[in-house]
């Protein structure tokens, strides 16, 4: 066993505060009718929010997480609301991600940066990425890891993307879905090159 695969069970089995949302991020929800489709990836998927809302937006998905019990909680969501989603229990440390394989890719809450060159690699072309990310803030937090170490600086998600056509990203702070106050950075690039592109209309 992994340390990692361990250490989430059991913050899984044992830590009653411990309770993802149901709802997909707020800017996949958000974009959905902008992205292409396809086949899907949520990396570090956890209870599958947003591979489930993927699934019933009709994508072919996979859904990558360590954790056992995440991917059995994953599971049996999935079964309530009727979506099939292809649950794969691995470590995305040493994950082999299938090249050129995805339209969509997402990763909610999860730090990723070193191996953000093989999930852009991942990205069929014209793929989008939607990632979201805890950052590191001087102001009043509620919410997020303990430990600076699992969170992002300023400018790091962009600076990681910026081979890829950058639609939106953001830094703020913002209420969760239980009012607690979180620091985030959202980022939404696209695989795609050219002076002159096509762009998603949004409300
Ligand atoms: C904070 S949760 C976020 C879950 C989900 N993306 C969401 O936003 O609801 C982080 C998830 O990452 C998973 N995880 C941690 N280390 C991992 C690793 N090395 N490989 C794959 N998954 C990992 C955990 O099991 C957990 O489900």
């Not at 070193?114 to 991942?122: F, N, V, Y």
């Not at 979201?132 to 170490?149: A, N, T």
């Not at 890829?164 to 696209?190: H, N, S």
Request: proline share 4%; aromatic share 8%; glycine share 6%.
């Amino acid at each position: 066993m992994t340390d990692d695969r361990e250490r989430w069970n059991e913050k899984y089995s044992t830590d009653e505060e411990f309770e993802l949302p149901d709802d997909p991020i707020p800017e996949l929800a958000r974009r959905i009718e902008t992205l292409p489709s396809g086949r899907a990836l949520d990396v570090a998927t956890g209870t599958g929010r947003n591979a489930r809302f993927l699934a019933a937006e009709g994508y072919e998905v996979d859904a990558v997480d360590v954790s056992d019990e995440a991917l059995d909680r994953a599971a049996n969501a999935a079964a309530d609301d009727g979506v099939a989603v292809n649950w794969i229990r691995a470590d995305i440390d040493d994950f082999e991600f299938e090249a050129g394989a995805y339209d969509v890719v997402t990763v909610s809450f999860f730090a990723a940066l070193d191996r953000l060159p093989d999930l852009k690699e991942a990205l069929a072309p014209g793929g989008m990425l939607v990632y979201e990310h805890h950052l590191r803030s001087s102001d009043d937090i509620d919410i997020g890891p303990s430990d600076d170490r699992y969170k992002f600086r300023a400018n790091d998600l962009l600076r990681a993307c910026l081979d890829l056509t950058i639609l939106g990203y953001e830094e703020r702070t913002r209420p969760d879905e239980k009012g607690r106050t979180q620091a985030v950075a959202t980022l939404v690039g696209r695989k795609s090159t050219g002076g002159a592109q096509s762009y998603p209309r949004l409300s």
